[in-house]
């Protein structure tokens, strides 16, 4: 396993380990969205990842997908993040935000009755929303007027100035699993016609504003990407996914990009196929793979040189010291599927440490 305990540079972040904790949606924010105390205490008990990539968070406000996410656009967010900077600072840690707009996946049921947008008046099909209601059906999105994408890529630019604002290492562009950005990228989901429609490079043009106004705030050796060309999470689907990341892998090379996050397969297996070799022979900065590694098989990937990092999701969210455990072959604990979204402190900040149990 000693790759993975190999220090890691990607772009301006120095990374102890290669061990990384995958952006996690958990559902424990306060009123308005706001992190609070028991966020700060989940993320530096797990301060010993070599990076940390928090969870989903809206970039702006009415795009809410999960009812009670951190969101990033207000002042009391803003301080309610520096909570949990500064606690995994202070653990020796680094953390970066994922930001993010839930595109079609937002219901009105916690959006003020808003009808969720998206590039195409298409519907997630194959799956319900938890709401204060109870289960619901997603509904038909308002498809974006073009007119209306330069505010979505400002909401983006300015979460990644507050995100600069409460104190973390950089952010993760959210571009996978079905919300705003994946929906535009991927021909499923969008089919609009003029200038965000049509060709991959059209689809993508979204996407690349985006990273242009992020990249401006930041510089981009402090911005990730995550992509799922082949996930089918959210009705997701694309008629050539590989052709899809083989484009993206050599456009984003124009980026010099902190990291570029991958995620390998498809939740549900309905689609196949190897995105992570074209994905390699095209990019050219420092790959993280997601989706299903355990250590061996993270390990051989670095080793093989196909990744430089591996992001753990599980596997952190029921073992805050997962490197620890790693290096030293310890059990793993076992998730409880049961918390993953439900409130308070089980399941979230109660799963022991190696000694602590």
Known sequence: MDSLFKPLRAGALHLPNRILMAPLTRC???????????????????????????????????????????????DAQVEGWKKTTDAVHAAGGRIVLQIWHGGRACHPAFNDGRQPVAPSPLAITNDEVHTPQGKQPHVIPRPLLDSELPAIVSGFAQAAANA??????????HAANGYLLDEFLRDGSNQRQ?????????????????????????????????ISPLNSYNSMIDSDPVALTRWLGSRLNDYELAYLHMMRADFFSQQQGDVMTPV???????????????????????DAGLLDAVA??????????????????APLNVPNPATFYSPGAVGYTDYPTLGSA
């Open 28 to 74: 424990r924010a306060e009123e308005g969205h706001i992190p609070g105390a028991l966020m700060a205490e989940h993320y530096a008990q797990r301060a010993s990842a070599g990076l940390i990539v928090a969870e989903a968070t809206m970039a702006m406000e009415g795009c809410s997908a999960f009812w009670k996410e951190p969101g990033i656009y207000s």
């Open 164 to 173: 600069r604002a409460a104190g973390f290492d950089g952010v993760e562009v």
């Open 280 to 302: 390699r022979e095209t990019y050219k900065g420092v790959l993280i793979g997601n989706m299903g590694y355990d250590a061996a098989e993270a390990a051989a990937a670095i």
């Open 194 to 226: 003029g200038p965000y429609g049509g060709s991959i490079e059209n689809r993508a043009r979204l996407l690349l504003e985006t990273l242009d106004a992020v990249c401006n705030v930041w510089g981009s050796d402090r911005v990730g990407l995550r």
């Open 312 to 329: 753990f999701g599980s596997g952190f969210l029921a073992n805050p010291d997962l490197p620890q455990r790693i290096r030293l072959g």
